[in-house]
């Protein structure tokens, strides 16, 4: 079992339906309680309360030691919303995920979450002259203006990627998100960065969340790793892990580390859920513990600061496997 993590560490429960055959979101939340490593989980609205009510769900993560970290929003499990939900053709859908919205804020409030994640990844086009690419994105911006003035108290958090399920996201990469959110200009608006979906729009984490920090809020972190050629989902480390230790000293220098979620897909391969999980906790502890080590290095910085990418990258390997 892994030492208590730092920070706190939720899982996708999505991850965990092959844990048994017929299972449904209660058994998922249960084995998420038995990695060890988990302090958190986050649930999608609003199909994991299709059967189940907050009051419950609420009791199921308490049994399996588990807290709301917050709810994300699922538009594409509703054929409706095909279209798009902010951006779909009809005034009635386009209210409908609004109104979709304001009822999963209000569940995230009721079970004590703070944070409401919008994946838009609906929201989008095929083909050319399919869209009005402004008239959709005026809508977006007024429908995210909507949802966060609904609940002020609650974080909403855009997170970004390039495309799938449509061929373009309108809001595809960290330029645009953050364009949004100053065109929004609410207070409880910010980004949640997702490791994969970042290499994915051929962006450097690092980079990325400077440019949050800068202008925005960093709300969310979703660690994972991948290829960059699609939504891997790949335990967190595996292919970049350089690169997520520079994501981590960014994440402490903007002091906004509290909760870490694990956004990778080991029923795409098979993996037993349980022990990929621990994995990515017991990796997440080591890597932030160079992180740790890194955040005030002279050295490293000094090497930073001339771009010396050959001392810079002996320093960190170091603190990654040893002299």
Excluded at 4 to 9: I, S
Excluded at 138 to 150: G, K, P, Q, S, Y
Excluded at 218 to 237: C, E, P, Q, S
Aim: glycine share 10%; with cysteine.
């Amino acid at each position: 079992m892994s030492r208590p993590n730092r920070p706190r560490y939720a899982a996708r429960l999505n991850a965990f339906k092959q844990v048994s055959p017929g299972s449904d979101v209660r058994d998922w939340i249960a084995a998420a309680g038995q990695v060890g490593g988990l302090g958190a989980a986050d649930l999608n609205f609003p199909d994991h309360f299709a059967v189940h009510g907050a009051d419950r769900m609420g009791e199921f993560l308490e049994d399996a030691a588990l807290v709301l970290n917050g709810v994300a929003m699922r538009y594409y499990t509703d054929p409706g919303f095909k279209l798009g939900a902010f951006t779909h053709p009809d005034a009635a859908v386009r209210q409908a995920a609004i109104d979709v919205t304001k009822q999963g804020i209000d569940t995230c409030a009721r079970m004590g979450g703070k944070t409401v994640t919008l994946w838009m990844g609906q929201d989008g086009f095929d083909y050319a002259f399919q869209m009005d690419y402004g008239q959709a994105w005026d809508r977006t911006v007024a429908a995210i203006a909507d949802v966060c003035a609904h609940d002020p108290n609650i974080d909403i958090a855009i997170e970004y990627k390039p495309n799938e399920p449509r061929a373009f996201a309108l809001m595809p990469d960290i330029g645009t998100t953050l364009l949004a959110c100053r065109e929004v200009g609410a207070t409880n608006l910010g980004v949640t960065l997702d490791f994969a979906h970042v290499l994915y729009a051929d962006e450097m984490p690092a980079h990325s969340a400077a440019l949050i920090g800068r202008h925005s809020r960093m709300i969310g972190l979703h660690l994972n790793d991948g290829y960059g050629k699609r939504d891997d989902g790949l335990m967190v480390g595996s292919v970049h892990a350089i690169q997520t230790v520079e994501l981590l000293v960014a994440m402490l220098r903007m002091g906004q580390t509290d909760v870490i979620y694990f956004d990778t897909f080991p029923d795409m391969g098979g993996l037993n859920p349980i022990e990929e999980a621990r994995t990515n906790v017991a990796v997440t502890d080591r890597l932030m513990a160079v992180a740790e080590g890194l955040v005030e290095d002279v050295g490293l910085a000094q090497a930073t600061d001339r771009q010396d990418a050959a001392a810079a990258h002996w320093i960190v390997a170091r603190a990654l496997y040893g002299s």
